[in-house]
């Protein structure tokens, strides 16, 4: 069994059925092969009324069938050719958790494949979504230099300020840091990536809190036979990385092993006009290490436990502000599907965190910094799931299912003034969320979807407290016992997907969301250069309204799609770093809640292939996001969003030919956008451009070529109010040994 290009196609699954029967079933070795005898079902012997059908599935390829004549029963050898699938084809589950054709969602999903994953330049996750629209970080900078408290997402236009306004999971664990609310890219081994799907628009009513704005899902690759992935790699900037995933299977077990190892020496942020004696480059290492063991039982059950550790360290662009994490978690589920009663997955997980940070001041000059805090946020975490799904016939699919965590968190620091320790302050508390959760597919004929969902959810802030300690132990000690206190929602959805033809078919949704405060964002006080952030423990949740609506049409034999979305969303009460006062020495800032913001626009985004081996795909998206309504300041009032830029584009084309040459470029284009809430620093637009391109030195050994920014464009990604910029040219080479099936 083989794709267009004569690759083989591993893992693939094969049937043969009679009617409604199955007669045999199998999947595809290592090198495409598969051996089927329908004879040794008894049921085959009594029944031949029917014709005998072959059929296989394998991911990103069309269903193929195949009414088998006489000859072809008793043959020894039949070759299959798959063709792609096309992009509506494509299955996706984040929009409606439950296997669904992408097609036959009225949700906006983006879906990284295998294929795009491995041919762009990025050597980041994070780098590598920003092939998506709409996708960006706190700030434009990269997770390879930027400090992780600025690594949360933002999707169209919502908005952020650290902590992230969409949920991102890998393979249904949350990777938003529980106390802190943004993300540690590096901990998913690159190799390990199977897809990335983006689902764009408040998604709360399946996922609860942080998909305020929507969902990333990261699905990881799962060995079907004895399989190993190693990429090795070294660039400018002394940047070495290696990237390992090993699989194995016997019997019902299987094994998988995930790993990487990562540094770089980084660059000087701050632009040689402004630089002093202690701008210095802002570098980071890491590694990561994630074993999962699986059980089968029969063909519909299976059980699961898995164990990561996670560790990074940071030097953040002066010799003083620095930072380290150190993260362990351990997870554990299981699946049981029934053709009478549905599917039924439970899961949960637990785990622990350290994360320590310097700060510092820096002199006008930038030739001299003081010390201001040491910091250490230590938190625990503990989550479970489950979950039930099944389908009704041809028409109707029901999913229903509950959710809890727990979070223990604080900030222990001790402050600095003049150089020397002053105080201790200590201040954290404890967080109990729990969600309900329903959904029902109604499907009208082949033309007409309809879906409604509504989750309901409770959480408790409780425990918290705030002491501060003069070192000089006659001084006297402040303690504060804030009162707990707790919150609900109430998130419904509603979709309608009506395919007027093969060809064209209009969607709309309704939907509301929600983002309950972060620990971090109540208690934890933060000091970047000379802008100093503080906490606020009345903070109160996010609440967002929105829609949208649109049509994608598809042309050239199924090779081209194309979606355009027209989007509403007005958050009432964002968390935002307002600005208290304004001085040359000292910015300060806290986070408050304002009253209204409110984003609106369009996004287009198409997908084509030109010919056998040559793909383009792009997407455009507009999004005026603004402040409607703050009445304890309404200056800010017409203001624009900090962080989001009103027009984004990305691009990309790849060339794919296994037997000579792999090509992939990758363009980005970031229109103006404000670093701060007054928006009295502007940040200019900014484009980038990528390219890879690799060679197969054997069927399992190849090289590649890497580039980021090849331009070597010097765009701003910062101003605090000192302008920090991005990442210069960037290149890799690399080696990749695949062995078995990817």
């Not at 309608?496 to 983002?515: D, Q």
């Amino acid at each position: 069994m083989s794709d267009q290009n004569g690759a083989r196609v591993p893992g693939a699954q094969v049937t043969l059925r009679r009617g409604a029967s199955i007669d045999a079933s199998t999947t595809t070795d290592d090198e495409g092969r598969f051996s089927l005898d329908a004879s040794m079902n008894p049921r085959a012997r009594t029944s031949r009324t029917s014709a005998l059908v072959l059929e296989v599935c394998a991911h990103n390829f069309m269903t193929f069938t195949r009414t088998l004549s006489a000859q072809d029963e008793i043959t020894s050898q039949l070759l299959v050719t798959l063709a792609p699938a096309s992009v509506a084809a494509e299955l996706t589950v984040t929009a409606t958790r439950a296997e669904t054709r992408l097609g036959d969602t009225a949700a906006s999903v983006a879906v990284l494949t295998p294929e795009q994953l491995s041919t762009t330049a990025a050597g980041t996750l994070d780098d590598a979504l920003r092939q998506v629209a709409g996708f960006s970080l706190f700030r434009r900078s990269s997770s390879r230099n930027a400090n992780p408290t600025t690594q949360g997402v933002s999707l169209r236009g919502v908005g952020a300020s650290g902590a992230s306004r969409a949920l991102v999971v890998e393979d249904g664990v949350p990777l938003n840091d529980p106390f802190g609310g943004w993300v540690y890219w590096e901990r998913v081994p690159r190799v390990e990536l199977e897809r990335v799907e983006v689902l764009r628009g408040g998604a709360s009513e399946l996922y609860g809190s942080d998909a305020l704005g929507g969902v990333v899902n990261i699905i990881t690759r799962r060995a079907v036979s004895h399989v190993a992935s190693l990429e090795l790699s070294y660039g400018n900037q002394q940047t070495p990385d290696a990237s390992l995933f090993v699989g194995a299977t016997r019997g019902r077990w299987g094994f998988d092993l995930g790993a990487e190892v990562f540094h770089t020496g980084g660059y000087v942020l701050v632009d040689k006009d402004e630089r002093g004696r202690i701008d210095t480059p802002a570098g980071t290492r890491d590694a990561t290490l994630d074993l999962t063991l699986e059980r089968r039982f029969g063909a519909g059950a299976h059980a699961f436990m898995r164990g990561m550790v996670f560790g990074e360290s940071r030097t953040n662009g002066t010799p003083l502000q620095t930072n380290r994490t150190h993260l362990r978690q351990l997870s554990a589920g299981g699946e049981w599907v029934s053709g009478r009663f549905g599917s039924f997955t439970l899961g949960t997980y637990d785990g622990t965190e350290v994360f320590d940070q310097n700060f510092s001041s820096i002199a006008a000059d930038r030739n001299s910094e003081q010390l201001t805090r040491l910091q250490r946020s230590p938190s625990q975490f503990v989550g479970f799931n489950a979950e039930w799904s099944r389908t009704l016939g041809a028409r109707q699919t029901l999913v229903a299912g509950f959710d809890a965590r727990e979070v223990h968190g604080a900030s222990d620091e001790l402050a600095f003034a003049q150089g020397r320790p002053t105080s201790f302050a200590d201040a954290g508390g404890r967080e109990r969320t729990g969600g309900l959760y329903f959904e029902e597919i109604v499907r009208f004929g082949s033309r007409l979807i309809l879906t409604g969902g509504v989750r309901a959810d409770h959480w408790n802030d409780y425990a918290a407290f705030g002491v501060t300690r003069p070192v000089r132990a006659s001084s006297v000690e402040s303690v504060s016992v804030f009162p707990d206190r707790s919150e609900s929602a109430f998130s419904p959805r509603a979709s309608l997907l009506f395919r007027k033809s093969e060809r064209l078919s209009f969607f709309a949704s309704g939907y509301r969301a929600f983002r309950q405060p972060t620990l971090n964002e109540l208690y934890r006080s933060f000091r970047v250069g000379n802008i100093l952030t503080l906490a606020n423990e009345n903070l109160r949740a996010e609440h967002l309204t929105g829609g949208e609506a649109g049509f994608k049409v598809t042309r050239l034999g199924k090779k081209l799609d194309a979606r355009t979305t027209l989007f509403w969303t007005e958050i009432t009460g964002p968390v935002a770093n307002v600005t208290l006062s304004l001085t040359p020495a000292l910015i300060t800032r806290q986070r408050q809640n304002l009253g209204r913001t409110r984003s609106r626009g369009l996004e287009v985004e198409a997908d084509a292939q030109l010919t056998s081996r040559l793909y383009v795909s792009g997407g455009y998206i507009f999004s005026d996001a603004v402040v409607t309504r703050f009445p304890a300041n309404t200056a800010l009032e017409g203001l624009r969003v900090p962080q989001v830029a009103r027009n984004q584009l990305t691009f990309q084309t790849r060339y794919v030919n296994p037997k000579s040459l792999t090509v992939g470029v990758q363009g980005r284009f970031s229109g103006m956008q404000f670093d701060d809430d007054q928006n009295l620093f502007p940040l200019n637009r900014a484009f980038t451009l990528d390219a890879f391109a690799s060679r197969q030195l054997t069927r399992d050994v190849g090289l590649f070529l890497a580039a980021e920014n090849l331009l070597d464009q010097r765009y701003q990604i910062a101003r605090t109010p000192v302008v920090t910029l991005g990442s210069p040219l960037l290149v890799r080479v690399g080696l990749r040994l695949n062995l078995g099936t990817r």
